[in-house]
């Protein structure tokens, strides 16, 4: 799978149909932290593929936590590298959006991932 270019306005318009789909469903988080805005959790099947120059294009078959406007977390059997380029998109559709990781801590079974929206 060849990478996406989306405008930002594209981009944009993806994450914020994915923050209302779990919207319908999740919870807010009020913890907000360093946080610009609320995460809601959402549990979603998605891919991951990580397009850092250099990088193989691996791909990982994630499980969204939560989302919202600036970035999601997702569960991952594999361990992602800090600053990782991944283009991700949900399992129902073949719209993406990019992302770099910013965080990755053990979890039971494997990694959350937390990825802040280019």
């Given at each position: ?43 979603e ?15 990982f ?37 990019t ?20």
């Amino acid at each position: 799978m060849a990478p996406l270019s989306n405008t930002a306005e594209k981009q944009s318009t993806i994450v914020r149909e994915w923050v209302t789909a779990a919207e319908q469903y999740g919870e807010r988080d009020a913890y907000l932290s360093k946080r610009h805005s609320a995460r809601i959790t959402w549990n979603e099947s998605a891919i991951a593929t990580d397009v850092s120059r250099g990088s193989k294009n691996e791909t990982f078959f994630v499980r969204t936590r939560n989302v919202c406007e600036s970035g999601m977390s997702f569960l991952s059997r594999h361990s992602i590298p800090l600053h990782s380029r991944l283009e991700i998109h949900l399992d129902s559709g073949p719209e993406s959006v990019t992302g770099v990781v910013a965080h990755s801590s053990t979890a039971l079974g494997g990694y959350i991932i937390g990825v802040v929206f280019e």
